[in-house]
C-alpha cells in the first residue's frame, strides 16, 4: 500500500501532535491548537490514506472532528487533551462495525496486496481486527486516564510515545503470528 506525500505529512504530523499541542497549549494557548487540529482531522478525511478501507475511517476522522470541536466550546484545552480518546473511540467503532458488517478492516487492508485472500486469511483478518478492537479500548482508557488526572507532560509522553510504542508491539507481534499463520495454512495445503 503506497501512501501519497500528503497522507505521510498528515501522519508525521499526528504523530507529533502530543508534543506540539503541549508546547502551544503553553505558549499560544488551546483555541489554536483546537482550530489546527480540527482543520488537520477534516483534511486528512478527505485524502485517501487507507484505500480500499477508507469509507468507514474517513466517516470515523470527520466524528472526531465534531467531537473535539464540540467539546472545546466547554474546555478547549481538555478538547485538546481529548483528542486521543477520541481517535481511540472513533478506530474502536470503525473497526467493531466491519466486524459486525464484513469485510472486516484488516480484511480490507489485507485486500490491497492479496485480493484472493483465501478462507483462513479472512477468519485470520477477522481476529486481528477484533485485537485492535481491544487494544483501541486500553489504549483508549489510558488516554482517557491521561486527559483527565494527569499533568500535560505525562499526558504527552504516553499519548505521543507509549501509546506508538504500543501500537508498534502490536503490529511487530502480528507479522509474527501472520507468518507463522502462512506456514502453517501452507503446510496444510501442500
Excluded at 53 to 65: D, I
Aim: net charge positive.
Amino acid at each position: 500500500m503506497k501512501l501519497s506525500p500528503s497522507a505521510l505529512a498528515l501522519a508525521a504530523f499526528s504523530i507529533a501532535y502530543p508534543i506540539l499541542a503541549m508546547i502551544a497549549i503553553r505558549t499560544i494557548g488551546p483555541w489554536p491548537v483546537v482550530g489546527l487540529l480540527c482543520a488537520m482531522l477534516v483534511l486528512r478525511s478527505v485524502v485517501d490514506v487507507f484505500g480500499a478501507a477508507s469509507s468507514p475511517l474517513t466517516l470515523a476522522l470527520l466524528a472526531v472532528a465534531v467531537a473535539v470541536g464540540g467539546f472545546s466550546a466547554f474546555d478547549p484545552e481538555r478538547a485538546v487533551r481529548l483528542y486521543p480518546v477520541f481517535m481511540n473511540a472513533a478506530m474502536l467503532t470503525a473497526f467493531a462495525l466491519t466486524l459486525a458488517r464484513p469485510p472486516s478492516m484488516i480484511e480490507r487492508f489485507a485486500r490491497v496486496t492479496e485480493p484472493d485472500l483465501p478462507p483462513s486469511g479472512v477468519r485470520y483478518t477477522r481476529h486481528v481486527t477484533t485485537a485492535w478492537c481491544l487494544f483501541f479500548i486500553a489504549n483508549g482508557s489510558i488516554a482517557l486516564w491521561t486527559a483527565l488526572f494527569a499533568d500535560l507532560q505525562v499526558w504527552a509522553l504516553y499519548n505521543g510515545l507509549i501509546a506508538y510504542l504500543a501500537m508498534g508491539a502490536l503490529f511487530a507481534i502480528e507479522f509474527v503470528i501472520r507468518g507463522r499463520v502462512k506456514a502453517r495454512d501452507a503446510l496444510e495445503h501442500s
